[in-house]
Every structure is written in C-alpha cells, then in structure tokens.
C-alpha cells in the first residue's frame, strides 16, 4: 500500500522538504555573508596573519592601525559629506528620469513606442566610449561641475525596463482608463496614481542608485579634479595610494618597508569596511520591499 506523500511530487514529507530547504538558505548565507564577513575580521587582523590563513572565523592580532589611519586623513569627512551629497541627488534624479521614461513607455497606445523601446535597448549593447563622452561633458561645461556625475548616465535603461514592466503588468489598467474618463490629464494619473501605487518598485530602485552613487568614484576621477570635491571612495582610493606609494619609497632599514607595507594591506580592508557600511544600514530599512519590487518588476512570460 503506498503512503500518502501529502501532495508533494517529490515524495519527500513536509518535515524533511523544510530541512532541506532550511539547510539550503543557511549554506546559500553563509556563501554570500562570509566575504564581507572575512574582509570585516581581516580589517581588525594583522595582514600577515591573513595572509597566513590565520583568521578564517576569528581576528588574529587585533588591532585597529588600519581604521586609525583612514580616519585620520583630513580628508574624510569632507569626502563623506561629498557622498552624501551625490548619493542623494544622484539617487532623486536617477530615480525621477526612471519614472518619466518608463511611465510613457508602458502605454500601449503610445505613437511610436516600438522604435522609442529600440532606441533605449540600442544604448545598453553600444556606447561611445570613455573619450567621446568626455569631450562632450567638456563641451558643456560640466567638466568640475557635479552634475557631471548624474546628467552622462541620468537613465539607467534596465533600472527603466523593470519600471516599465511593473506598471505594465501590476497596475490595473482600468483603474487608468477610469481616471483617463472622469477627464484626469497623464501627468494627474502619473502623479496621483502611478507614483502611490508603485512604492516597492520605487524602492528598489532607490537603493540601486544609492549603491550606484555611493560607490561611483571614477566619474569623479574624471569629471571632479581637486580633492575638495572627491566623494568618499575617491578619498579612501588617495589614502591606500599615499600608503602603497610611501612603503614603495621606504628605505630598507629595519623595520621601515615591513611595518608601512603592513600598514598599506590593513588600510586596504580597512577602507572596504569604512565604504560599505552606509549602504549596510540603510539596506535593512528598505529590504521589506525589495524582494516584492523585484519580483512584480520582473518580466512575465
């Protein structure tokens, strides 16, 4: 007589499915935690320690030389405050263009949507490249303006194709066609219904940009010369190169090259730490709606 499997084709019971399962997200954890785990423990670590295979759970030779010497850059805090500048305009923007772009876009009916989708897609496989982008940002005037770092790249085309696929797919079209009857204008639905009801996508793409943003320190390489402008990454890119290039002209006397190499390894994990952290604590105030954005965003066959 066979038993009865409660449902589950993989004749597996409930009971053992909810341990493999659990089994599964913890290794899956584990995997993607541990890096950022093993930097944060490696920062506190003598490198050498590291290197050695010393601090595979635990810190091996604490100490905190590598903080201190990022945090006593005289630069830091203006960078972090640069960051936080652009992150936040950045984001706005990013965010704002998104909108205006896919809402259109998702209209049906829309004269020429076909070739207008074509057009953005065309810009995701081909650019012009690095210096041609630069001689037009120049000729602008942008060049040590910081809208040098939002205006090149103000639509993100697969952020704007995931948008376009949620107001397609999870905003009832007859509740806009109803407004469209009682006489509401595109840009009264656009703002009045659209926006509200499309939070979780907004939110994903909130913290997309904000990690775009937050992490972008090549455009400001380019674009932002001087270092009174530099965002945090670019700050913490100078202090590592200062340090390498101090333990590059060190004499070989006792000591000297050794202890400012090792410096340069702990201000390298150090500066991995001091960049992702922001985004660390901001994350879990949005993570609720990421996973719905993300999946009512996706395409539907």
């Not at 007589?1 to 409660?6: E, I, T």
């Not at 589950?8 to 493999?20: A, C, F, K, V, Y």
């Given at each position: 007589?066979?038993?009865?499997?409660?449902?589950?084709?993989?004749?597996?019971?409930?009971?053992?499915?909810?341990?493999?399962?659990?089994?599964?997200?913890?290794?899956?954890?584990?995997?993607?935690?541990?890096?950022?785990?093993?930097?944060?423990?490696?920062?506190?670590?003598?490198?050498?320690?590291?290197?050695?295979?010393?601090?595979?759970?635990?810190?091996?030779?604490?100490?905190?030389?590598?903080?201190?010497?990022?945090?006593?850059?005289?630069?830091?805090?203006?960078?972090?405050?640069?960051?936080?500048?652009?992150?936040?305009?950045?984001?706005?923007?990013?965010?704002?263009?998104i909108y205006l772009t896919?809402?259109?876009?998702?209209?049906?009916?829309?004269?020429?949507?076909?070739?207008?989708?074509?057009?953005?897609?065309?810009?995701?496989?081909?650019?012009?490249?690095?210096?041609?982008?630069?001689?037009?940002?120049?000729?602008?005037?942008?060049?040590?303006?910081?809208?040098?770092?939002?205006?090149?790249?103000?639509?993100?085309?697969?952020?704007?194709?995931?948008?376009?696929?949620?107001?397609?797919?999870?905003?009832?079209?007859?509740?806009?066609?109803?407004?469209?009857?009682?006489?509401?204008?595109?840009?009264?639905?656009?703002?009045?219904?659209?926006?509200?009801?499309?939070?979780?996508?907004?939110?994903?793409?909130?913290?997309?940009?904000?990690?775009?943003?937050?992490?972008?320190?090549?455009?400001?390489?380019?674009?932002l010369p001087g270092v009174?402008?530099?965002?945090?990454?670019?700050?913490?890119?100078?202090?590592?190169?200062?340090?390498?290039?101090?333990?590059?002209?060190?004499?070989?006397?006792?000591?000297?090259?050794?202890?400012?190499?090792?410096?340069?390894?702990?201000?390298?994990?150090?500066?991995i730490i001091v960049a992702?952290?922001?985004?660390?604590?901001?994350?879990?105030?949005?993570?609720?709606?990421?996973?719905?954005?993300?999946?009512?965003?996706?395409?539907?066959?």
């Amino acid at each position: 007589m066979n038993q009865k499997n409660n449902g589950n084709p993989s004749g597996l019971s409930e009971r053992t499915s909810d341990i493999i399962l659990v089994v599964m997200s913890v290794v899956i954890a584990f995997i993607v935690a541990y890096p950022l785990y093993y930097v944060l423990i490696a920062s506190v670590s003598n490198p050498y320690d590291v290197y050695a295979g010393k601090t595979f759970l635990f810190p091996s030779g604490f100490t905190l030389d590598g903080y201190k010497a990022v945090f006593a850059d005289n630069n830091l805090l203006t960078g972090f405050k640069n960051s936080v500048i652009y992150t936040v305009i950045g984001t706005v923007f990013s965010v704002v263009m998104i909108y205006l772009t896919a809402y259109p876009l998702s209209i049906k009916d829309l004269p020429g949507r076909k070739y207008l989708s074509l057009f953005f897609i065309f810009t995701m496989y081909f650019g012009g490249g690095l210096i041609p982008t630069y001689l037009i940002v120049k000729q602008f005037g942008l060049i040590n303006n910081i809208w040098a770092l939002f205006l090149p790249g103000g639509v993100a085309v697969g952020n704007m194709i995931i948008v376009r696929n949620y107001f397609e797919n999870s905003i009832p079209k007859e509740l806009l066609e109803a407004a469209r009857i009682d006489g509401a204008s595109e840009w009264t639905i656009f703002y009045k219904l659209v926006v509200p009801l499309s939070k979780p996508i907004m939110a994903v793409m909130l913290v997309y940009s904000m990690v775009a943003y937050w992490n972008d320190w090549f455009t400001a390489l380019i674009y932002l010369p001087g270092v009174e402008k530099a965002p945090l990454p670019l700050v913490l890119r100078n202090v590592l190169i200062k340090s390498s290039v101090a333990a590059s002209q060190a004499s070989t006397i006792s000591g000297g090259y050794a202890e400012l190499n090792k410096l340069t390894e702990m201000i390298k994990f150090s500066s991995i730490i001091v960049a992702a952290a922001p985004m660390l604590i901001i994350f879990p105030f949005v993570q609720k709606y990421f996973e719905k954005g993300m999946m009512a965003g996706a395409v539907k066959g």
